[in-house]
C-alpha cells in the first residue's frame, strides 16, 4: 500500500509539473482548458456521456455571455428609465435583469451538471472513476467551493431582486401617472356641444348688398 501511495503521488507530482499555470490577479493557481477539441483518435473514443459534459461546459461560458450582454442592456434602459420617468423602460429593465437572472442560474445549473458528470456517471480513464484509489482517500484530494462560486449565486440573487424591484417601480409610476391625470382633470373647463338654432339668412330675402352685405 506505501508502494502505491508513493507513486500515485509521483503521478500527480509529474502531472502538475507538466501542466503549465499562472497566478491569477486574486492570487490563485489557474490553468487554461482549451474547450476546442479537433476530431482525432483520442475524441473517437470519447462516449455519449462524456460528449455531453463536453457540450455542458461549453453551454455554461456561452449562458454567461449572454447573461451579461443582458445586464449590459439593462444598464442602458433602466438609466433611461430613471432618466425620463418612462414606465416602459423600467419594465424593459425589470424584464432583462430577470431575463439575466434565469440565465445565469441555468449557468450555474449546468456547471453543477458537469460535475455530476464529472463525479458519478462518466466510467472512463479521464473521470474520477479513473482516478487511483490513493487519491479518493480524504486527505489526497479536497474539493471545496471558492468564493467565486459563491458570488456567482449572489449575483443571480441580486439580478433577481433587482428585476423584481425594477417592476414595482414601474407599477407606481404608473399609479403615479394615473393619480396625476385625475388631479388634471379636475381644473379642466367641461365643453358642451351649442344645441341653439342656426343663424338662418332665409329671413331676409333679396340680395345681401341691399342689407349692407
Not at 38 to 47: D, P, R
Not at 61 to 76: A, E, M, N, P, R
Request: net charge neutral; charged share 15%; with cysteine.
Amino acid at each position: 500500500y506505501k508502494e502505491i501511495e508513493e507513486n500515485a503521488s509521483l503521478n500527480v507530482s509529474f502531472f502538475f509539473l507538466s501542466v503549465s499555470t499562472y497566478i491569477s490577479p486574486v492570487q490563485t493557481t489557474c490553468m487554461n482548458i482549451n474547450y476546442y477539441l479537433s476530431e482525432n483518435e483520442v475524441s473517437a473514443g470519447f462516449s455519449e456521456e462524456r460528449w455531453e459534459r463536453i457540450y455542458m461546459a461549453r453551454s455554461v461560458i456561452g449562458l454567461y455571455v449572454t447573461g451579461f450582454f443582458f445586464i449590459f442592456l439593462s444598464f442602458f434602459t433602466g438609466v433611461a428609465g430613471c432618466w425620463k420617468r418612462s414606465h416602459g423602460n423600467v419594465v424593459a429593465t425589470g424584464l432583462l435583469q430577470l431575463l439575466a437572472a434565469l440565465v445565469d442560474a441555468g449557468a450555474m445549473g449546468l456547471w453543477h451538471g458537469v460535475q455530476y458528470y464529472d463525479y458519478q456517471k462518466l466510467r472512463d480513464d479521464m473521470a474520477y472513476f479513473g482516478w487511483p484509489d490513493v487519491l479518493k482517500h480524504r486527505g489526497y484530494t479536497n474539493f471545496y467551493y471558492g468564493w467565486s462560486y459563491i458570488l456567482a449565486w449572489i449575483g443571480v440573487g441580486m439580478s433577481l431582486m433587482t428585476a423584481i424591484l425594477f417592476l414595482c417601480a414601474a407599477g407606481c409610476l404608473r399609479r403615479e401617472k394615473k393619480v396625476e391625470q385625475a388631479k388634471n382633470m379636475q381644473y379642466l373647463m367641461p365643453v358642451y356641444p351649442d344645441k341653439r338654432q342656426p343663424y338662418n339668412y332665409t329671413a331676409y330675402p333679396g340680395p345681401y348688398y341691399q342689407y349692407g352685405y
